[in-house]
């Protein structure tokens, strides 16, 4: 298979967590006899450095005629004194809405090797943990109506949480695709006891699991799923959820895994275009150090190879490479533990990349 991809760079520690994700991708494309073709755009403080602007249209051109987009991070101290709507953060939000990408999957997996890294008691987690959540990205109160209003207390702000039938059920059938996929659970999250639009959320939810009589549905309060999280988390596997329910549920999930540079993430778009990147930031702090941690990005490749090519042997491949070397006991300085020798950035690709060559 060829592929073409446009490759964000970004700021900060995204040029090198990216370099080592192409060089694992080059091994898979060696070793199951598939091309990669990059196409290398800004996006970002790089962006902003170049054109003025945080996302160019060139950017967005390319992306919008690739296969799929590979993503560092965006931003940095440089332009933390821009004003908000100019900042390298905006780039994302362009790219989503540009993009048409309306369905995020963070998966929360804690490789057992890991295991101390989390928070919760050994015994909550213990055997692992392997959840997904499925985060509606355009719609709900981040893009509803907004504004200020007098009321009779006074001035007052509101943000309108609003969901069209068609915004729920193109991400419930995402959730229960994926579910089909995995061990057939579905848990949908909302708040119908007190939303209206919860209720539209959980009647269309309903519906489309209709359609998939193999996977059992469960509703939730977002009150109730945000303590099962913490209580029993291995209930759950794929966890469908609205914008805002998705943005807290998931940085939540991701905690139980321990450390920020292993988790990956994929938004999707109708069809099997989609946008992959690691769920951490552009890390000014380690950026240029050779510290970072490489395998979310990493992770986040093997996403794509899986749902947006449907290469899951491949997708396998890069998983499997990634726990070898945790298993080997390397270790990036932000999961060493005391007293372990850490290893850097482009050391950890090569560890991973080499890994592959043998599976
Ligand atoms: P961050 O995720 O960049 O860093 C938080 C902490 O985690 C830092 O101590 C950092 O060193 C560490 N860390 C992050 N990724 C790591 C990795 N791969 N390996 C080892 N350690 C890692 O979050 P922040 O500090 O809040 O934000 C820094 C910049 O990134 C800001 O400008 C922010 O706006 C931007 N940001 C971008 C994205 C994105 O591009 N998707 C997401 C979040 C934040």
Redo the contacts with the bound molecule.
């Keep these: 298979m060829n592929m073409k991809l446009a490759v964000i760079p ?5 040029p090198e ?1 990216i370099r080592e994700t192409l060089k694992v991708l080059d091994e898979v494309g060696k070793q199951y006899g598939h091309t990669f073709e990059y196409t290398k755009v800004l996006a ?2 790089c962006a902003i450095d170049v054109h003025g602007q945080c996302l160019p249209q060139e950017t967005i051109d390319i992306c919008k005629a690739s296969d799929a987009v590979l ?7 440089k ?2 004194n821009l004003p908000g709507n100019e ?3 905006m ?2 939000l362009g790219l989503r809405k540009e993009l048409g990408l309306f369905a995020n999957l963070r998966p929360a997996l804690l490789f057992e090797v890991l295991a101390d890294a989390c928070p919760l008691k050994a015994e909550i987690v213990e055997g692992g943990l392997d959840l997904v959540v499925v985060r509606e990205l355009t719609g709900g109160i981040y893009f509803g109506e907004k504004g200020l209003k007098d009321t009779d207390l006074g001035p007052a702000a509101y943000d309108v949480e609003q969901y069209a039938e068609e915004e729920v059920r193109r991400i419930a059938e995402v959730a229960f695709d994926m579910a089909m996929k995995r061990s057939k659970k579905v848990a949908s999250v909302d708040k119908a006891n007190v939303l209206e639009s919860s209720r539209l959320w959980r009647r269309i939810v309903a519906e489309v699991g209709e359609r998939y009589p193999e996977v059992e549905l469960n509703n939730l309060y977002i009150d109730n799923a945000a303590m099962q999280m913490v209580r029993n988390p291995k209930q759950f596997d794929v966890i469908v959820t609205s914008n805002i329910f998705g943005d807290i549920l998931s940085d939540e999930a991701s905690m139980i895994t321990g ?3 292993m988790l990956p993430s994929a938004s999707l778009a109708k069809g099997n275009f989609g946008m992959y ?10 950026a240029g150090a050779d ?7 990493i992770l986040s490749a093997a996403m794509m190879l899986r749902y947006t090519f449907g290469l899951g042997k491949e997708a396998d491949a890069i998983e499997a490479a990634v726990k070898k070397v945790l298993a080997d006991g390397h270790r ?4 060493a533990e005391e007293g372990e020798t850490a290893i850097g ?1 482009a050391k950890t690709g090569d560890l991973i990349a080499a890994a592959i060559k043998m599976a």
């Design positions: 970004g700021d900060g520690i995204g967590v970002g403080g993503l560092g991070a965006v931003g940095g101290w332009w933390d900042r390298p953060e780039a994302l450390s920020i540079g990147e690691p769920v951490h930031g552009s890390a000014p702090d380690i510290m970072a941690n490489p395998m979310a990005t990036t300085p932000d999961i950035t």
